[in-house]
């Protein structure tokens, strides 16, 4: 599932991230940014080749809240997440193929793969306030 718009699709978001299984892949960008314009076309399609996964768009200047008081200076920023559990939070480089290799190695290695400490918390209990 792909969600782009959080003003409008904040039900929507909130019953998937409640209901999901899969990992949640949320990018952080903004609208003025060339660079995640760009970027944006290529992340709904990856959300299309994992469709196990919930795959957000984050502007943040729209949805500030989503970022729990952490400051993004580059973009894109990726955030991969399963319930309360952060495995990757930070700036890549906006070559899609770099995002579908870390998706795939966070898949394979679940069960292994250390959580982090930095990151957003869960977005669910962010867009509860």
């Known amino acids: 599932m792909f969600i782009n718009d959080i003003v409008t699709q904040a039900e929507t978001l909130k019953t998937a991230l409640t209901h999901s299984t899969g990992l949640t892949i949320a ?26 996964h919930l795959f957000v768009w984050i502007d943040i200047e729209d949805s500030p809240e989503l970022l729990d008081d952490i400051d993004v200076e580059n973009f894109p920023t990726i955030l991969i997440q399963q ?47």
Do not use: V
């Open 83 to 129: 319930q309360d559990k952060n495995f990757f939070f930070g700036t890549m480089l906006p070559h899609i193929e770099h995002l579908k290799r870390l998706i795939q190695t966070t898949e394979e290695n679940l069960a292994t793969t250390y959580t982090i400490q930095n990151g957003p918390d869960n977005l669910a209990n962010l867009l509860e306030g």
């Open 27 to 52: 990018c952080y960008c903004a609208q003025w940014c060339n660079t995640c314009t760009t970027y944006l076309t290529a992340f709904e399609q990856l959300s299309q080749q994992f469709p196990q």
